[in-house]
């Protein structure tokens, strides 16, 4: 995953994408290299939308890498894609993300930060 890689600082994320590419398994696609361009434009404000819905006493620091790394993209995608109908098909692609690469039960906890944030969303 792109942007799990990129947590690390080590690599731009135009880096990351062209040696996704060239290994061509698991290869970027366009949509995935606009929504992770996208991420990288929007980083402040998408980790403060994350932020805002933990728990009282959480920081981002605090998250698993990957937990991280799934949040900003559905994050990324429910605030930047333009379409606010795909917010549950983001948030249930997250979980089937978290369910695959998460610790056990993180799946439930990146659902709620997600269903928090399309909530508020919808009141705005």
Not at 71 to 76: K, S
Request: net charge negative.
């Amino acid at each position: 995953m792109a942007l799990f890689e990129y947590s690390f600082g080590a690599n731009s994320m135009e880096e990351i994408i062209a040696a996704s590419r060239e290994a061509e398994e698991y290869a970027v696609d366009a949509y995935g290299e606009s929504l992770l361009i996208n991420f990288c434009a929007h980083q402040p404000e998408v980790d403060e939308k994350i932020a805002q819905n933990l728990k009282r006493g959480w920081t981002l620091a605090r998250i698993p890498r990957v937990n991280t790394a799934i949040l900003r993209l559905a994050v990324t995608e429910m605030m930047f894609s333009g379409n606010s109908d795909m917010d549950s098909i983001v948030a249930n692609e997250a979980v089937e993300l978290a369910k695959k690469y998460a610790g056990d039960d993180d799946y439930q906890f990146i659902n709620g930060i997600l269903g928090a944030l399309s909530r508020s969303k919808e009141q705005a």
